[in-house]
């Protein structure tokens, strides 16, 4: 007996109708998350059996910008830090898109970190999904806004000093309406959340903490990505509607996870719609959907 | 007699260990074989426990393993989306 009793020549890996194989293999270090999360990502479209001709996947610069350049759905790979103001022109010229907003956590907190903030406070209709490996990784390990205290990077040879983002904290202050984090250990839950964030009508926000290896974990001697992985299931504790302003990240002690924020308020597009109605009366109409030809 | 089992594309495999030390029933292990790039892809050391749940498909980074239940098609995308 062995496994090729049951060979079945036509199942192929769910992920990989999603992926440009041509551009396999990807670019990511051995041990590193942003696979995972990927994984994640197509088995929620899969399931949420979403219509993949109005969805969009926009990036930006960095290790996960790549994501869009590896998925064969439309996506776009913008400049550094204006994965948010792109989406944000898509999803207000054609609203019946679901628009995706795939980045890291330097691309988004801190190149784009006005953007990330005015999204949220705008609650414009944008799933966003943020790759948290706490560290700059495509260039080379600096310190970024999400390194935790005492994380010892290329440009803090001696340990970080400066406080860290505490991102869920960030955007539920702006405003957001749905707010989670995961880490790469937790993929059903992350396929689960990104489902629920799908559904959302608002400004959704998924932290996925996620390995390193190269720059952060081998810098601060936490051995390699297997080993985070290790340290995530043992560290990390499911709080969900925990107050956002207690879920903040140390270099190693628990890591809060779990959907923090779960709320309605209306969208841009529903209050730009109302006002203009209001102010307008008859004379406003709406343009609806934008048809390229 | 196992459930599942689990398609290894070996080229893709950067030998993380992902599959091998979250398989609930540790169906898989690095083999001592080499890849093209030098990777140690892992094998299944004991395929009569796999449940064929996927958790390796999940976790793998690098896209290179699947697990699927016997008789039992992956759910897939319903329209591949042509660029």
Same mark, same amino acid.
């Given at each position: 007996?062995?496994?090729?009793?049951?060979?079945?020549?036509?199942?192929?890996?769910?992920?990989?109708?999603?992926?440009?194989?041509?551009?396999?293999?990807?670019?990511?270090?051995?041990?590193?998350?942003?696979?995972?999360?990927?994984?994640?990502?197509?088995?929620?479209?899969?399931?949420?059996?979403?219509?993949?001709?109005?969805?969009?996947? &926009?990036?930006?610069?960095?290790?996960?910008?790549? &994501?869009?350049?590896?998925?064969?759905?439309?996506?776009?790979?913008?400049?550094?830090?204006?994965?948010?103001?792109?989406?944000?022109?898509? +999803?207000?010229?054609?609203?019946?898109?679901?628009?995706?907003?795939?980045?890291?956590?330097?691309?988004?907190?801190?190149?784009?970190?006005?953007?990330?903030?005015?999204?949220?406070?705008?609650?414009?209709?944008? +799933?966003?999904?943020?790759? !948290?490996?706490?560290?700059?990784?495509?260039?080379?390990?600096?310190?970024?806004?999400?390194?935790?205290?005492?994380?010892?990077?290329?440009?803090?040879?001696?340990?970080?000093?400066?406080?860290?983002? !505490?991102?869920?904290?960030?955007?539920?202050?702006?405003?957001?309406?749905?707010?989670?984090?995961?880490?790469?250990?937790?993929?059903?839950?992350?396929?689960?959340?990104?489902?629920?964030?799908?559904?959302?009508?608002?400004?959704?926000?998924?932290?996925?903490?996620?390995?390193?290896?190269?720059?952060?974990?081998?810098?601060?001697?936490?051995?390699?990505?297997?080993?985070?992985?290790?340290?995530?299931?043992?560290?990390?504790?499911?709080?969900?509607?925990?107050?956002?302003?207690?879920?903040?990240?140390?270099?190693?002690?628990?890591?809060?996870?779990?959907?923090? &924020?779960?709320?309605?308020?209306?969208?841009?597009?529903?209050?730009?719609?109302?006002?203009?109605?209001?102010?307008?009366?008859?004379?406003?109409?709406?343009?609806?959907?934008?048809?390229?030809? | 007699?196992?459930?599942?089992?689990?398609?290894?594309?070996?080229?893709?495999?950067?030998?993380?260990?992902?599959?091998?030390?979250?398989?609930?029933?540790?169906?898989?292990?690095?083999?001592?074989?080499?890849?093209?790039?030098?990777?140690?892809?892992?094998?299944?050391?004991?395929?009569?426990?796999?449940?064929?749940?996927?958790?390796?498909?999940?976790?793998?980074?690098?896209?290179?393993?699947?697990?699927?239940?016997?008789?039992?098609?992956?759910?897939?995308?319903?329209?591949?989306?042509?660029?």
């Amino acid at each position: 007996m062995s496994e090729v009793d049951f060979e079945c020549a036509e199942c192929t890996n769910p992920v990989e109708p999603f992926l440009r194989s041509e551009r396999m293999p990807h670019i990511w270090c051995p041990g590193c998350g942003i696979g995972t999360t990927v994984n994640c990502f197509t088995r929620a479209l899969i399931d949420s059996k979403a219509n993949l001709e109005k969805l969009v996947v &926009v990036s930006g610069i960095g290790c996960t910008g790549r &994501v869009a350049g590896y998925l064969k759905l439309d996506s776009f790979h913008t400049t550094h830090g204006r994965a948010i103001p792109f989406a944000t022109g898509l +999803k207000l010229a054609n609203p019946k898109l679901t628009v995706v907003v795939y980045a890291g956590d330097g691309d988004l907190s801190a190149i784009g970190g006005n953007h990330l903030i005015h999204a949220a406070r705008r609650n414009i209709d944008l +799933k966003v999904i943020c790759v !948290n490996n706490l560290i700059y990784g495509m260039t080379g390990g600096q310190t970024a806004p999400t390194t935790p205290e005492h994380a010892t990077t290329s440009t803090n040879p001696y340990g970080t000093f400066e406080p860290g983002f !505490n991102l869920p904290h960030l955007v539920d202050a702006a405003g957001a309406v749905y707010v989670a984090r995961w880490t790469t250990f937790h993929v059903r839950q992350v396929a689960r959340s990104m489902q629920e964030a799908f559904k959302k009508k608002g400004f959704s926000f998924i932290e996925i903490i996620s390995p390193c290896p190269t720059l952060y974990q081998r810098r601060n001697k936490m051995g390699d990505g297997l080993d985070a992985m290790k340290y995530y299931k043992q560290a990390s504790k499911v709080k969900n509607g925990a107050p956002t302003g207690e879920v903040g990240l140390t270099k190693t002690g628990e890591i809060a996870v779990g959907k923090f &924020v779960d709320r309605d308020r209306p969208d841009y597009r529903e209050l730009m719609v109302h006002r203009f109605h209001e102010s307008l009366g008859d004379e406003y109409v709406e343009t609806g959907e934008l048809v390229c030809s | 007699m196992a459930k599942g089992t689990v398609k290894i594309v070996v080229e893709r495999c950067k030998a993380c260990g992902f599959c091998v030390e979250f398989c609930p029933t540790k169906v898989l292990a690095l083999s001592p074989a080499f890849n093209s790039k030098g990777y140690h892809p892992p094998h299944m050391v004991n395929p009569e426990k796999c449940s064929g749940c996927d958790l390796c498909g999940m976790y793998c980074p690098d896209f290179a393993i699947f697990g699927y239940k016997v008789g039992e098609k992956p759910a897939q995308k319903e329209a591949v989306h042509e660029s």
